[in-house]
């Protein structure tokens, strides 16, 4: 048995070495970094960055739109993908296809979907032509504050598939008689959905929040490849701050502003573990 044990390290080593050097290190690496002027000398000046960089104009609004759209995108997949696998839940084995395809959006390269999106968001696009022929004037999509719509659609037409597919399988591994009884007993849909659905799959369902919103901290891509690196306020996300400062060479601001945003988010997530521990209490 040790001699087992002696060889799973063996094998695991490798995998450890690269995660220390590429991972561990540059995080506690760049704590150090960010407690420091950004001189050649690195002298230590313990929080001043931190200080100065929440009096920042742009940090806060970069900080402000990141959360607001995460706020938007996260909780909107999570609806849609719920109400999407609940239908294909009903319709299997036929919804094969359709999960399939809800699912290629997904798999797509983002530089296709965004090829697809300006086209389509265009001045002279589809949905401007969508939006003439219901008797409306057209919009500039692509500039200014609308700018947001197509950016929340492009993200939630690229993850909602991936959450239809995890909300799926947890549907599916609910005993079928138990929706067989409530029928019995006279429970209509919502009496289904909120008593049995929704109270058996309250890890799946915080998994998918919390999975969507890592993704939608991240959509500074879609910003970026839309927008530019200096896009409209109302779409400016703190990515876009930390890769001009990182373009400027000043990485304590980019150190500084991503250890300030991440302790926003162990904090967030640390609520929603609470928030899931005592709903599951309450409901077991």
């Not at 209509?188 to 959905?193: A, N």
């Amino acid at each position: 048995m040790f001699t087992h044990k002696k060889s799973m390290w063996l094998f695991l080593l490798p995998g450890a070495l690269g995660l220390m050097l590429f991972y561990i290190v540059p995080f506690f690496g760049g704590i150090y970094y960010s407690l420091t002027d950004g001189s050649y000398k690195n002298a230590f000046v313990g929080l001043t960055n931190y200080v100065n960089i929440w009096q920042n104009q742009m940090f806060v609004l970069g900080l402000k739109n990141t959360m607001e759209l995460s706020l938007i995108c996260a909780p909107l997949v999570w609806l849609l993908s719920f109400a999407i696998a609940s239908l294909l839940n009903r319709l299997r084995p036929r919804g094969a296809f359709f999960r399939n395809s809800v699912l290629l959006p997904y798999l797509m390269p983002s530089s296709a979907m965004l090829l697809i999106w300006l086209v389509a968001f265009d001045y002279g696009g589809v949905i401007n032509r969508v939006v003439t022929a219901l008797g409306f004037e057209r919009v500039m999509w692509l500039e200014g504050a609308p700018l947001r719509v197509p950016i929340v659609l492009l993200f939630v037409w690229k993850n909602l598939g991936f959450a239809v597919i995890i909300f799926l399988a947890a549907l599916q591994a609910i005993p079928e008689p138990l929706y067989e009884f409530a029928r019995l007993e006279g429970a209509g849909f919502w009496r289904q959905t909120f008593g049995i659905t929704l109270p058996m799959i309250v890890p799946t369902a915080f998994l998918v929040i919390i999975l969507e919103w890592i993704n939608a901290f991240k959509i500074f891509k879609e910003v970026y490849f839309i927008g530019g690196a200096y896009p409209d306020e109302t779409v400016y996300t703190l990515q876009n701050y930390m890769n001009n400062m990182y373009g400027k060479l000043n990485y304590q601001n980019v150190t500084t502003a991503a250890y300030s945003f991440a302790v926003i988010v162990f904090a967030l997530f640390g609520a929603l573990f609470i928030i899931q521990r005592r709903l599951i209490r309450r409901l077991s």
